[in-house]
Nanobody, 124 residues
Framework: QVQLEESGGGLVQDGGSLSLSCTAS????????LGWFRQAPGKEREFVAA????????NYGESVKGRFTISRDNAKNSVYLQMNRLKSEDTAVYYC?????????????????WGQGTQVTVSS
């Protein structure tokens, strides 16, 4: 089994920055691509960012391009999300996701593992 645990959520002011971390444990050799999704109250879960195992390929959701940066440290079995210029519409629960394939998928249905989520609240 694989477990994903997020950390780093919290409250930040509009225009501020926040960094999220996600660490995998268990059968980590099964994980290749890692990514982040988010879900705001009353809305569907949406794609945020994803990165391949080598860190060469990545994808970003349109609403976060140019503001968020995804990175990973395979030695630590971790993926990170640096969020800059945060807006109130970024408020959501952020979920770490992993998949057995290496393509940095934008589709939650193709993810194999999920964390419990961490709350990010941006106050205006």
């Amino acid at each position: 089994q694989v477990q994903l645990e997020e950390s780093g959520g919290g409250l930040v002011q509009d225009g501020g920055s926040l960094s999220l971390s996600c660490t995998a444990s268990g059968r980590t050799s099964e994980i290749q691509a890692l990514g982040w999704f988010r879900q705001a109250p009353g809305k569907e879960r949406e794609f945020v960012a994803a990165v391949s195992i080598g860190g060469v390929r990545n994808n970003y959701g349109e609403s976060v391009k140019g503001r968020f940066t995804i990175s990973r440290d395979n030695a630590k079995n971790s993926v990170y999300l640096q969020m800059n210029r945060l807006k109130s519409e970024d408020t959501a629960v952020y979920y770490c996701a992993g998949r057995k394939g290496d393509y940095p998928t934008t589709t939650q249905q193709t993810c194999d593992y999920w964390g419990q989520g961490t709350q990010v609240t941006v106050s205006s």
